[in-house]
């Protein structure tokens, strides 16, 4: 399976992630989202999104393990699961740019935009890597 998980680049970006090698994807609360997560699998690619003013693709990281109990959860409800950075993207893939492309009307990022942790299809996730290879558009 293919996701996206999206964090705010002040909290932790992902060259913090680069710099730590590894990192326990926790405190996601939305339920949809923890459903999501829960569905990871180690080995899984996920795609990291940067939020706030960036609103970007920035990287592709990858589950290092399987949902575990959330270990900032005391009472045991949430997972939590462990990821590492594979590779920044050649360039960060705009989410203007997703949502002028109709190949993506139905994907979680531009309908549900609050949604932390979503799944990505073979092909979107083969779009966004394409888009991530060439010069955004208006620009040579």
């Not at 002040?10 to 590894?22: E, P, R």
């Amino acid at each position: 399976m293919n996701w996206l998980v999206k964090e705010e680049p002040t909290h932790y970006g992902f060259d913090a992630l680069v710099k730590d090698k590894k990192a326990a994807w926790s405190g996601v609360r939305n339920a949809l989202a923890q459903k999501h997560l829960r569905s990871i699998k180690k080995g899984d690619r996920i795609f990291y999104y940067h939020s706030g003013n960036e609103r970007a693709v920035v990287g592709i990281v990858k589950a290092v393990s399987d949902p575990y109990p959330d270990p900032e959860d005391p009472r045991g409800t949430y997972v939590a699961v462990d990821v590492v950075p594979v590779r920044r993207l050649p360039r960060p893939v705009t989410l203007a740019e997703i949502k002028a492309d109709a190949a993506f009307k139905d994907f979680p990022l531009v309908r549900i935009a609050r949604l932390s942790v979503m799944p990505v299809t073979d092909a979107q996730w083969a779009r966004i890597e394409r888009m991530a290879g060439r010069a955004p558009r208006g620009e040579p």
